[in-house]
């Protein structure tokens, strides 16, 4: 099903980007029915979530062994619907919709071994990503009390007509449901964990996709429906602290996968603070790295996930010396570290550059500073990812000599 979903993706590209596709429902035309928008943005992101659906849903085949597997494709499935939804409707009360449906599948997901830390992550992800699908509905039902519409593309050409003081109000709880699912700083306190917790492909899904769609709501609100310009600059602090913390509290981590959440924190950072640069080359920068923070960091998971499932521990030092025997998993955790990194010739070091740049342009004095950190922010990143590929290849592990890749 996901390969079809994907193969459908890439055959409606060139129709997408020679003429956006809406689809009404209903029988009604916009602004009165439910509708969706499949523009080059949305099929952009659409392609990309089908693609790692699928891949990471082939390595889950083998991967989830605890019955009831069908029970966990059903809300994989899900997830991806929810996913897919979120970059492809027109309508905000639908996009909270399949927002909810994407969330309430990774709360079952989280907790899907039936152990005692999967199931304190996922009541911790459920509380606070309720109180966020609370705020995102206030936010909405205050958006339909002002223009009595929830098509995006109406709200979008009257926003003007309302009194700035309540919009603010209303992009407040808005961009605060949104934040909480991107985990943006100092909303980000389920993310440890839920990625650290849950079996490792859904960790993946959680990193490569769920939290992108947070990020995509902010996106959407500021620019698409709000215009709200005179955020973004607070946008790009808030980015470049969330930076700070995810980086700093990943290099305290001895866990793999705790230390690959707050690693996401980190890059998720990265990514608003692209958004909050408000300009053409800063939002292509900040969607660059969303594709490869995508596929290095579910890279990054599915081959933490292989590895603690032959060593049988996430402790970071019970995996010195797995590279020598398990030299496929271990290449392509370094090929993903490097890429998060930002060593050339990998995706993410265009995507970082393309983030310089496109700060640079902006010649504001702060933007420099912000940039300054953000770069001490990387080598803090490089420093316990080039600690982790040395001792998976330089140190001698112990109780690893019968481990093997197939075995």
């Known amino acids: 099903a996901l390969l079809i ?69 059903m809300l994989f499935l899900l997830l991806i619907v929810g996913a897919i939804g979120i970059v492809l409707t027109g309508d905000i009360f639908n996009l909270f919709v399949f927002f909810e449906i994407l969330c309430i599948s990774s709360y079952a997901l989280v907790a899907y071994n039936k152990d005692k830390d999967g199931t304190e992550a996922a009541i911790k992800y459920l509380i606070q990503g309720s109180i966020g699908s609370s705020f995102i509905l ?3 039902a205050l958006l339909y009390g002002f223009f009595g519409t929830l098509n995006m593309a109406d709200i979008a050409s009257r926003i003007t007509s309302v009194e700035p003081t309540y919009l603010f109000i209303s992009l407040a709880f808005l961009i ?17 964990d839920a990625h650290s917790s849950a079996p490792s492909s859904v960790s993946a899904i959680l990193s490569g996709i769920a939290i992108k769609t947070g990020v995509y709501g902010i996106a959407r609100m500021i620019f698409t429906i709000f215009n709200a310009g005179s955020i973004l600059t607070f946008i790009a602090f ?13 290099f305290r981590q001895d ?40 596929l290095a960091k579910a890279l990054l998971f599915l081959a933490a996930g292989y590895m603690i499932y032959k060593v049988g521990s996430k402790n970071i030092t019970s995996l010195n010396g797995v590279g ?18 930002g060593l050339p010739p990998f ?11 496109a700060a640079i342009q902006v010649k504001k004095p702060i933007f420099l500073a912000f940039i300054a950190i953000a770069l001490i ?31």
Not at 384 to 402: L, R, S
């Open 5 to 73: 979903n994907l193969t459908i993706s890439f055959v409606l590209i060139p129709h997408v980007l020679e003429k956006p596709i809406v689809v009404s429902l209903g029988g009604w035309s916009p602004p009165f029915c439910i509708n969706l928008v499949v523009g080059p943005l949305g099929i952009f992101l659409a392609t990309l979530i089908s693609g790692i659906g699928f891949l990471v849903s082939v390595y889950a085949v083998s991967y989830i062994k605890k019955e009831p597997t069908q029970k966990y494709h």
């Open 138 to 140: 206030i936010g909405i």
């Open 176 to 192: 605060t449901g949104f934040g909480i699912e991107a985990a943006v700083f100092p909303l980000n306190a389920w993310l440890p």
């Open 238 to 250: 808030l980015g470049l602290l969330t930076l700070l913390i995810g980086e700093m509290s990943a």
């Open 255 to 294: 866990d793999i996968k705790r230390l690959l959440a707050y690693s996401s924190i980190g890059q998720i950072g990265l990514i608003v603070f692209a958004l909050g640069i408000a300009t053409s080359p800063g939002v292509f920068a900040s969607l660059f790295q969303i594709v490869s923070h995508t």
């Open 324 to 341: 020598k025997r398990m030299p496929l998993t271990s290449f392509a955790f370094a090929i993903g570290s490097f890429s998060l990194v």
């Open 347 to 357: 995706a993410g070091f265009m995507s970082k550059l393309s983030i310089v740049y």
């Open 377 to 407: 922010a990387t080598v803090i990143e490089a420093g316990y990812f080039f600690k982790i590929v040395q001792n998976f290849y330089f140190k001698k592990g112990e109780n690893i000599d019968k481990i093997t890749e197939t075995s």
